[in-house]
């Protein structure tokens, strides 16, 4: 045999490679034909898998070394850009992903939701990293707290990101999306990537490290893809290391109980079974908009990648009083829409499960249910007499790992199997929930008893019940859709996790978190507390803190004089006192029409507990603020565009007076333009050196 390609029963196929050391590489030899992988629809053979011979140390060790060190020379904002610009590359190959996707037993809409939605973490991550982030290497995560009474000792907490690697073990059925959402937030901390994709689909994710690697967006080691066993690699894992695992419960508990996650301080965290449940409200009957929704979202679930979804809903929770109504509405949908067949013939809606084996895994788990009272009210769990194959004829595909649709209905909602046996394919069950005026309690206690989940469907127009059934199953869910006649035709539906929301659950489901917007890019960072002066810490973030060393200009040297290249973090400007007099109060008051009577009644201000009597509007002290430090001039300050953290803490009478101290807090270049943002810390004190006002100024400044 050649380290390209492999015999198998008549058949030459090409070895998946993997990526590593920044090289393609593959074994000197390849065992088949146990490592064969076949088409899903057809059973021909498509690529030999092994990675027999691969050093996983030097696989660590480089990931640790060059890709630390390349990911570690660029900011956030850089690191952003540069997942945009993936993204961007990528939307224009989706097309030969398609193509290898389809071998997988993918329809074209199956491999959209893998790889445009993969491709689409790539740019919400692109985005929010730009806007959530800031322009540097190290996050503070709160206030500081002052540690001693002169302020000279004060401590806060900030993100760095982990010394190692980001280990992500991806399931079969997302080859593309499950490596793409781990990547993302990993890259983004400046977290290096192995990835090992499962064996069925791992040549789908193969090609897509292939076209990021041709691409060469990406820095060296910052990206490796392990094709094959690996089962060894947690061995070469410490204290530095994460691991992200998605696929099955009995492989997530063995990986948590290896020595290195047990004693090593391996971070680990996985996303695995899932019995999720949709919940149909005693108020969405048939013939209204919400029981139309409902059966539509059963049906997309049941069948979208033919089921095979860690999101997919496997108990359908709905009034006893129509469940046979909802059993009757489900099939009539599943008869009239679904095609089954080989993805690329034409009208196949449904293709094949993954392969041979995990279509026996499914029949033999939904001979598990009907054993134990399940009784089948659609599809068969035999070969498909209809299948529609790619030469345009049609047959029961014996080749391919086709499956019809199942949907089971139980008489007993209370089967310990019904809420323990997952069928991961086109597998659904109905069962009943009594209600009485309205009460939801059982089916909340029903919901409860998957031992936790990814997901979970409410289906109401009524907010009352949206309300008891919220209340009731979110700590029992990492992620709960509340689908109504308002929301049917946006929403982006139960089974697709979105990268701004967290997607894992307590449990059965792993007890994980992944995704979640900038939650995830936390992941891979580690949060310190760290205690030192102000000038200190000031240093150490890049953020000016109260009490460090402040710079005064005035004229040629006031800050707002100073672009991006020329102004530092401490630079300051302290204004002179202005006086507020009754004539000013009564005139802003009449001017904006804010009467308010602690502006205009004396004596009702005077009796309101927080104020001596008439006091000034805040936002009059703002403005008059603005004209104390605001530098007329044209100059490197483009525009103001807002402020943050604003307090009002003492009242200024009518008589007292004020001024202003502005210190350049954080500086932002912005990586594509020719300003940034300078945020200004603000402060007003009034004639008694009391603090009046706090807020942060937000400014844009030219660079140059």
Request: charged share 20%.
């Amino acid at each position: 045999m050649t380290t390209t390609a492999a015999e198998v029963t008549g058949y030459t196929v090409e070895t998946v490679p993997s990526y590593v050391l920044d090289a393609w590489w593959k074994p000197e030899r390849v065992d088949v034909p146990g490592t064969a992988i076949r088409d899903a629809s057809t059973g021909e053979p498509v690529a030999a898998v092994s990675a027999d011979g691969l050093d996983l140390g030097a696989v660590v060790a480089h990931g640790r070394m060059v890709g630390q060190h390349e990911l570690g020379r660029l900011t956030f904002h850089q690191r952003a850009l540069k997942l945009k610009e993936l993204a961007q590359y990528l939307n224009g190959h989706r097309d030969e992903l398609y193509e290898v996707s389809a071998r997988s037993g993918a329809t074209v809409n199956d491999s959209k939701v893998d790889i445009d939605g993969g491709i689409g973490v790539l740019f919400t991550f692109g985005s929010k990293g730009r806007r959530e982030l800031p322009n540097a290497k190290v996050v503070i995560d709160g206030p500081a707290e002052v540690l001693s009474r002169d302020g000279s000792f004060i401590g806060e907490h900030i993100y760095t990101r982990i010394p190692g690697v980001a280990v992500q073990i991806n399931a079969f059925n997302f080859p593309v999306w499950g490596m793409l959402e781990k990547l993302a937030p990993a890259f983004l901390a400046g977290v290096p990537s192995i990835v090992k994709p499962a064996t069925p689909t791992g040549y789908v994710a193969a090609a897509m490290v292939r076209l990021i690697v041709d691409s060469g967006i990406l820095p060296a080691g910052s990206l490796q893809l392990i094709s094959g066993s690996a089962r060894n690699l947690l061995d070469e894992l410490d204290y530095r290391d994460l691991v992200a695992f998605t696929g099955s419960a009995g492989t997530a508990r063995t990986l948590k109980s290896h020595p290195n996650v047990v004693a090593a301080g391996v971070r680990f965290t996985s996303e695995t079974d899932s019995l999720n449940a949709a919940i149909l409200g005693p108020d969405a009957v048939p013939g209204t908009p919400e029981f139309a929704a409902f059966v539509d979202s059963v049906v997309t679930e049941m069948t979208s990648k033919a089921g095979q979804k860690c999101t997919s809903i496997r108990r359908v929770i709905v009034p006893e009083e129509c469940r046979r109504e909802v059993v009757e509405a489900v099939g009539a949908a599943l008869r009239e829409r679904v095609v089954v067949g080989d993805p690329r013939a034409d009208g196949v809606t449904m293709g094949p499960l993954a392969s041979l084996d995990q279509l026996a895994e499914v029949r033999s788990a939904v001979g598990r249910l009907q054993a134990a009272g399940g009784t089948l009210a659609y599809g068969t769990v035999e070969a498909p007499e209809d299948v529609r194959l790619l030469s345009g004829g049609a047959g029961n595909g014996v080749c391919g790992a086709f499956m019809s649709p199942v949907l089971l209905d139980w008489d007993n909602p209370e089967t310990s199997e019904l809420h323990s046996v997952e069928a991961f394919g086109p597998v659904a069950s109905v069962l009943g929930y009594p209600t009485t005026d309205g009460d939801v309690s059982e089916a909340v206690r029903l919901a409860a008893l998957g031992g936790g989940s990814l997901v979970a469907t409410v289906c109401t127009n009524d907010p009352s019940v949206a309300q008891q059934l919220i209340s009731g199953i979110a700590a029992h869910h990492g992620r709960v859709l509340v689908l109504n006649r308002e929301d049917a035709g946006s929403s982006t539906g139960h089974g697709s996790p979105v990268p701004h929301l967290v997607h894992g659950g307590p449990g059965r489901a792993g007890g994980g978190e992944e995704l979640g917007g900038i939650r995830s890019v936390y992941h891979h960072m580690q949060r310190t507390a760290v205690q030192g002066s102000p000038n200190m810490l000031t240093a150490i973030t890049g953020v000016w803190h109260a009490g460090a060393d402040r710079r005064f200009g005035t004229g040629e040297g006031h800050p707002f004089r100073k672009s991006l290249a020329e102004l530092q973090i401490g630079d300051a400007f302290a204004s002179r006192l202005r006086q507020v007099s009754l004539k000013d109060v009564s005139a802003f008051a009449n001017s904006t029409g804010d009467t308010f009577y602690a502006h205009t009644n004396q004596d009702a201000a005077a009796a309101n507990p927080f104020f001596p009597g008439i006091v000034a509007h805040g936002y009059l002290l703002l403005s008059w603020a603005a004209g104390l430090f605001v530098d007329p001039e044209p100059g490197p300050v483009l525009a103001n565009y807002g402020l943050d953290n604003l307090r009002f803490l003492t009242p200024v009478a009518a008589g007292d007076s004020f001024r202003v101290t502005l210190t350049a807090k954080q500086i932002t270049p912005r990586e594509t333009d020719a300003y940034g943002e300078v945020r200004w810390d603000a402060i007003l004190h009034n004639q008694n050196d009391e603090i009046v006002a706090t807020y942060d100024v937000l400014t844009l400044v030219a660079k140059d």
